[in-house]
Nanobody, 114 residues
Framework: QVQLVESGGGLVQPGGSVRLSCEAS????????MAWYRQVPGKQRELVASITPAWDTNYADFVKGRFTISREDAIKMVHLQMDNLTPEDTAVYYCNAKFGLSHWGQGTQVTVSS
């Protein structure tokens, strides 16, 4: 059974940083394209960043230069380092694993507020 479990969300002040992590199980992790998405109420889920098995990365324009995605294949984890956060980054952040089929985590809330 595939499981993706996110952690690291919470309340952070504007300008602050947070690191999200996603631990995968039940998949051959090193073959999977991994990504982080986010969603706010009333809006569609949107891609934040992705990383291929070859470590090619892609970022949404609204996070370029502020967020960094990385992966640790040996322990089946993907991370999202989020710096210089703004209130507009407030959302539920979801981990995604894709290799043909797409799998989702349950999401972790990040709230940026003073």
């Amino acid at each position: 059974q595939v499981q993706l479990v996110e952690s690291g969300g919470g309340l952070v002040q504007p300008g602050g940083s947070v690191r999200l992590s996603c631990e995968a199980s039940g998949i051959a992790f090193s073959f999977f394209h991994m990504a982080w998405y986010r969603q706010v109420p009333g809006k569609q889920r949107e891609l934040v960043a992705s990383i291929t098995p070859a470590w090619d990365t892609n970022y949404a324009d609204f996070v370029k230069g502020r967020f960094t995605i990385s992966r640790e294949d040996a322990i089946k984890m993907v991370h999202l380092q989020m710096d210089n956060l703004t209130p507009e980054d407030t959302a539920v952040y979801y981990c995604n694993a894709k290799f043909g089929l797409s799998h989702w985590g349950q999401g972790t809330q990040v709230t940026v507020s003073s």
